[in-house]
């Protein structure tokens, strides 16, 4: 897989709307943090519960990059869409269970862990894609798309090393960094889907 075919891409699927998607990054980044910030100390509880209830925001702005690249794009409140369906429950499971998964595999050591983090990176645009598979479907299927392309993830993660570096080091560039990655991933995403859609009709 090409990666610098796949971030060219996204810069040019990001031109012209720059700016409005560093002002959506930074609504996701407000509403997901902003429960660290208020309940400290003794109500440190309160935070995690509420870390939880907002999870489904993050693949609501994953969806929301996927219709980018698609040309689809709807508008801000995407980031809303699964407590609008009334699936937030569901990706909640979805998110508690991925994450059970790879705590596990990081058990026997560290490299199992992060093999199982790309293993089910998939499932958040498995989620728009085939809202009809329970989790279990979802983090298999995403399993098995990923046959083949894990090392290509690594490698694509790897080349976003000196972008985060210097993103952490002027900190506003955290905004442009995340838009960048996640359009990249979502452009990763319809690779290796349209890679396993050819090898269904193949078969």
Do not use: C
């Amino acid at each position: 897989m090409n990666r610098l075919e796949l971030k060219n891409s996204a810069k040019e699927v990001l031109r012209g709307k720059w700016f409005d998607e560093s002002i959506l990054v930074l609504v996701v980044g407000l509403i997901t943090g902003l429960p660290g910030v208020i309940f400290k100390g003794n109500y440190v509880i309160i935070a995690q519960i509420m870390n939880i209830l907002l999870a489904p925001i993050a693949f609501g702005y994953a969806r929301h990059l996927l219709l980018l690249v698609r040309g689809e794009n709807k508008g801000f409140d995407d980031i809303l869409y699964y407590y609008k369906e009334g699936r937030s429950f569901e990706i909640i499971i979805l998110i508690f269970i991925t994450g059970m998964f790879i705590v596990l595999w990081s058990l026997l050591f560290v490299i199992p862990g992060i093999i199982a983090a790309y293993r089910y990176t998939l499932s958040q645009y498995l989620a728009h894609d085939n809202p009809e598979l329970q989790a279990g479907e979802n983090l298999k299927l995403s399993s098995n798309m990923m046959n083949g392309f894990k090392f290509d993830y690594f490698a694509l993660t790897l080349s976003f090393l000196g972008w985060a570096i210097l993103a952490g080091i002027t900190v506003i560039g955290l905004f442009p960094f995340a838009i960048y990655v996640g359009t990249t991933n979502a452009l990763f995403y319809e690779k290796v889907r349209q890679a396993h859609l050819g090898h269904q009709e193949a078969v």
